[in-house]
């Protein structure tokens, strides 16, 4: 023990690093555990979540007194609206209980494609969301930190107040890395299913070669196609930042195929997919000939990930390495 504090100290002395405390919500236990695992500097702390009889919360944060002047981070999934009060409310609290400074790590921004009003009546949740953790309250070290992977739009960045730092990190990185441990990954060509994905990824991508989707119409229906690349032969990948249902991605994979790519994969940062529409993925469900030679996701959606677990084609890359470093910055 006395070695583990030591190595501590000169971690602090030398790159002036932080002791993080960190809590949690149930759903991301595990995900909390292996961020935990990267770094001696970040010890996990814990939250009793209980409910009344009539189902509002009966929360209590352990060892209270014990965070003054400690930096504090809490790691969040707002996977549905019937979690959100409860950890709201614990986020909301936090940054009272004289801490030296909070971080909120909220990796998947969940009403991030709801940004924008298409006609009078529309109503952009986003920025619902963003407002809401505006508020959050200043801790004595000033704003709250808010961490986001791969938001829907960076526009968004624009909808949150002045009492938090939002601070738009990334998933590519670890499919980057997946990529270059693959037997053909000289063959790698990644493809966006729509000119939002472009934008959004290709300078992230710019050393791999490239094809863009695009949808059109064909009399009532929409009909995807290649606009620009060519994928025969290649091992090709569809990068976008979140799948719902997963049509889309399977209309692309189609297009592909009959373009003459050798092998279609696929990489998204939250895998959402409500109503288990992963399952249309498996090889078990999949009608194609070819499925998906693989399916990448982050552990962003932690029900997602139990979900799939040891499912083919799925592979989980974890964020608990990068979200370790961004509760340094």
Request: glycine share 6%.
């Amino acid at each position: 023990m006395e070695n583990n504090n030591n190595q501590v100290t000169g971690e602090l002395k030398s790159g002036n690093k932080k002791q993080v405390r960190l809590f949690y919500c149930m759903e991301c236990e595990e995900l909390a555990r292996k961020v935990a695992a990267h770094s001696q500097l970040i010890t996990l702390q814990s939250i009793n979540w209980r409910s009344f009889d009539d189902g509002f919360p009966n929360l209590f944060i352990n060892n209270a007194h014990d965070i003054r002047g400690q930096h504090v981070a809490f790691l969040a999934s707002f996977s549905s609206p019937a979690v959100i009060f409860e950890q709201l409310s614990v986020i909301y609290n936090l940054p009272r209980l004289f801490v030296a400074s909070f971080t909120l790590v909220l990796p998947f921004f969940p009403t991030g494609s709801f940004e924008r009003m298409e006609e009078e009546g529309d109503v952009a949740t986003a920025f619902t969301m963003a407002r809401i953790l505006s508020n959050i309250p200043i801790s004595r070290g000033g704003p709250t930190s808010v961490v986001i992977y791969d938001i829907h739009a960076l526009q968004e960045r624009f909808y949150f107040g002045d009492h938090v730092l939002p601070l738009f990190e990334t998933g590519i990185p670890l499919l980057k890395q997946r990529l270059h441990q693959l037997s053909d990954a000289d063959k790698i060509v990644v493809a966006f299913p729509d000119d939002g994905a472009w934008k959004r990824f290709h300078k992230l991508l710019d050393h791999f070669p490239t094809v863009i989707c695009t949808k059109v119409r064909e009399g009532d229906k929409r009909i995807v196609q290649i606009k620009e690349g060519n994928p025969t032969g290649c091992h090709v990948v569809i990068v976008d930042d979140l799948v719902q249902s997963g049509g889309t991605l399977i209309e692309c994979q189609k297009v592909l195929f009959a373009r003459g790519a050798a092998k279609v994969s696929a990489y998204v940062t939250h895998g959402v997919f409500p109503k288990c529409s992963w399952e249309r993925f498996t090889q078990k469900n999949n009608r194609s000939e070819k499925g998906f030679a693989y399916f990448w996701i982050t552990d962003s959606c932690p029900q997602t990930v139990k979900a799939v677990e040891n499912t083919a084609p799925f592979e989980v890359l974890s964020l608990a390495g990068s979200i370790a470093d961004a509760l340094q910055i």
